[in-house]
Nanobody, 124 residues
Framework: QVQLVESGGGPVESGGSLRLSCKVS?????????MAWFRQAPGKEREGVAG???????GYADSVKGRFTISHDLGKNTLSLQMNDLKSEDTAMYYC?????????????????WGQGTQVTVET
């Protein structure tokens, strides 16, 4: 069983930076997998932010390109999201997720495992 635990959220001023981490425990039951960050603001649908697969392929939502960077430290079994130049619209609960297979689609229903989330609040 794969377990995901997020950390690193909190309040931050507009224009500031935060780094989210997701600790992965357990073994992925597939040699090919992808991991991603999703977010959900109150009253809005969950949306994919960034994803990365173990073959190195990565992708970002247009709204965060150039500001967010996703990385996966295989040795530490940790997924990270470096968020720079944060804006009020980035305020949301951020979730770490994992899926089998090598196709990177930032669509929530395609992901098999989810963390509990960490809150990011950008203050203006």
């Amino acid at each position: 069983q794969v377990q995901l635990v997020e950390s690193g959220g909190g309040p931050v001023e507009s224009g500031g930076s935060l780094r989210l981490s997701c600790k992965v425990s357990g073994n992925m039951p597939s040699s090919q997998y992808c991991m991603a960050w999703f977010r959900q603001a109150p009253g809005k649908e969950r949306e994919g932010v960034a994803g990365i697969c173990n073959d190195g392929n990565s992708g970002y939502a247009d709204s965060v390109k150039g500001r967010f960077t996703i990385s996966h430290d295989l040795g530490k079994n940790t997924l990270s999201l470096q968020m720079n130049d944060l804006k009020s619209e980035d305020t949301a609960m951020y979730y770490c997720a994992a899926k089998f297979g090598s196709r990177l689609d930032l669509v929530s229903y395609m992901f098999d495992y989810w963390g509990q989330g960490t809150q990011v609040t950008v203050e203006t």
